[in-house]
């Protein structure tokens, strides 16, 4: 199986930089999926990675280490309307079928002025 | 451009009433995917479909029974409505390329509750 760890929260100011980690699990990793998910709306892709490294999509970035077991969602220059919670998501080569993923629980960010 | 349309959006169930959880897209993704999200929790697997006449559990089936008679369409049945199903489910679809970069879009989720 699958297990998958992100913080439960987070809180940052406007303007600052925020990192949410997330640490996984998996038997034959296949890519990993970061979506932005605002309160009582469906889930919107932001970023995919399958090689290690950074990925970069304007103030957003996500980082890999397979090695690790290891990405994190880089936020940049904060806005309110970032307030929002963020999915990890693991694909690996047994679920590969059917492009199916595991969700981690998500971490809440909450943007302050 | 629709994307993928659930209906309806809100339901209250009785326990023990059976529903229908509807889920189209026009995206002429062959895959789809039922999900439910409990509150402050990330989202767990019923059931998924790669084609037309194509089934397979997730990780949370019980429950729960889906067909898919064709492309477009992917309805989730409850048949004895239980408490532990309230929840919000969300319709997913995608292209069936495996491994590849191709996520998963979502419909806007139907919030159901049982009482």
């Known amino acids: 199986g699958q297990n998958i760890d992100q913080p439960t929260e987070m809180t940052a100011t406007e303007g600052a930089i925020v990192q949410i980690n997330c640490t996984y699990q998996t038997s034959g990793f296949n890519g990993l999926f970061w979506y932005q998910q605002h309160a009582g709306e469906a889930p919107t892709f932001l970023s995919y990675n399958v090689l290690d490294g950074l990925e970069e999509k304007g103030r957003f970035s996500s980082f890999l280490s397979r090695s690790k077991g290891y990405s994190y969602l880089l936020l940049k220059e904060l806005q309110m309307k970032d307030s929002a919670s963020y999915l990890c998501a693991v694909r690996d080569w047994i679920k590969a079928a059917g492009n199916k993923l595991t969700f981690g629980g998500g971490t809440r960010v909450l943007v302050k002025p | 451009n629709a994307g993928v349309t659930q209906t309806p959006k809100f339901r209250i169930l009785k326990i023990g009433q059976s529903m229908t959880l509807q889920c189209a897209q026009d995206m002429n993704h062959n895959y789809m995917y039922w999900y439910r999200q409990d509150p402050g929790m990330g989202l767990k697997l019923i059931y998924y479909s790669v084609g037309a006449g194509i089934t397979d559990k997730g990780e949370v089936p019980n429950g729960y029974n889906v067909s898919r008679s064709t492309t477009e369409d992917f309805p989730l049945r409850l048949e004895l409505a239980a408490p532990s199903q309230t929840s919000v489910y969300f319709c997913?679809?995608?292209?069936?390329?495996?491994?590849?970069?191709?996520?998963?879009?979502f419909g806007d989720g139907t919030r159901l509750s049982i009482l």
């Open positions: 997913a679809s995608s292209y069936s390329i495996q491994g590849s970069n191709q996520p998963q879009h």
